[in-house]
């Protein structure tokens, strides 16, 4: 495994409003067979920490957090996908439909990703969501 620094920029755009956040972090890295995963441990307001794990192939991202929150997030352009999102809070289903997923490879592993999305929670739409993953050794 092999250290490396995140920046992740997530915007979400909720009934015209949008909200951007910026956040760094230090994480890790491996390469196994067809696909990248990237670890690190991500702060949430209200919850606290929680181990994230993002699962990257060539046409698709799969984003897993477990702790006070946990998920399984799937992301493939042009497609839905169904999960559940456990919190404090209860459990929610939770949809995700994919209009753009882009991973760009330097000196053989993935240096930015780009994802846009549309969410539903428990069937009410909670807007479009960006998010940018910057990953730097």
């Given at each position: 495994m092999q250290?490396?620094?995140?920046?992740?920029?997530?915007?979400h755009l909720v009934e015209g409003n949008e909200e951007e956040t910026i956040h760094d972090y230090t994480g890790r890295y491996v390469k196994k067979e067809n696909a990248w995963y990237l670890t690190y441990r991500e702060q949430m307001e209200g919850i606290g920490e929680v181990g994230t794990t993002l699962r990257l192939e060539e046409k698709s991202v799969t984003l897993v957090r477990q702790g006070q929150v946990s998920s399984r997030q799937q992301f493939e352009k042009g497609k839905s996908t169904h999960s559940v999102y456990r919190s404090p809070y209860g459990p929610f289903d939770m949809e995700t439909h994919t209009n753009k997923l882009r991973i760009q490879v330097q000196d053989g592993m993935p240096r930015n990703v780009e994802i846009a999305y549309q969410l539903w929670m428990s069937g009410q739409y909670a807007g479009e969501h960006r998010l940018q993953i910057q990953i730097n050794p």
């Open positions: 250290e490396v620094r995140i920046k992740l920029t997530a915007k």
